[in-house]
């Protein structure tokens, strides 16, 4: 129950980022996560993603996202439904 979990490239592509993000977030699979950038980190989060550039940052290209799931959500043994116990 609950989690999280951090999907990270080191491209700028936005086809390799954030729409396999909003891709995952929008299947079945992703339903029950959502995206949750951390309060506090050393570096910046723009729209809920980190996005780290040579021509800005002086790094190779890098990108990140935290996604949260939900309490009551995936179980070892697979997609809890209402009522159930481990």
Known sequence: PGG???????S??????EAQVEAFLASADGAEFE????EHFGAPF?????????ARHGCDGFFGAALVRS?????RRGRRTAGASC
């Open 46 to 54: 723009d729209d809920g993603y980190l996005r780290l550039s040579p």
């Open 71 to 75: 309490e009551g959500g995936w179980t």
């Open 12 to 17: 700028l592509l936005p086809e390799e980022n």
């Open 35 to 38: 995206l949750a950038p951390p």
């Open 4 to 10: 999280t979990l951090v999907y990270a490239t080191c």
